[in-house]
């Protein structure tokens, strides 16, 4: 086995939209609970939302606490193992924010990567 599959891997976690966002939020803000996750990311649905989640904590990447209360409380949080992505999901998110920075300066602020995708549909 090649170490590019590794790379696979390691991607197979990321894959999505929601995921990044998911992690971002936990490592900036630490412990949450499912409604503050749910406010913070207000186009994620709810079933989306507990999908990602499980699959992070079925990675060991999100830990779900459950409070045994009424009402039953859930907060999730960085695992010491995910811990470990801080550095590479902070680089991703700052090459995202020079990438546009650097399409705002080849094509100007109102020419978006939405409009170049539908320009593109569009020939």
Known sequence: MSTFCKFETAL????????P?????LFSNGTMRFSELQKAIPD??????TQQLREL????????EIYRQI???????????GKG??????ALNDWGVA???????LYGT?????????????K
């Open 21 to 25: 966002v998911i992690l971002l939020r």
């Open 71 to 81: 009402p039953p409380k859930v907060e999730y949080s960085i695992t010491e193992y």
């Open 12 to 19: 197979e976690i990321l894959v999505g939209k929601w995921k």
């Open 44 to 49: 994620i649905t709810k079933k989306m939302l």
């Open 110 to 122: 109102n020419h978006s990567v939405e409009s170049h995708r539908n320009d593109a549909m569009e």
């Open 57 to 64: 904590e079925y990675h060991d990447i999100v830990h779900r």
């Open 99 to 105: 990438h546009i920075e650097h399409l705002n300066e």
């Open 85 to 90: 992505m801080e550095p590479i999901l902070q």
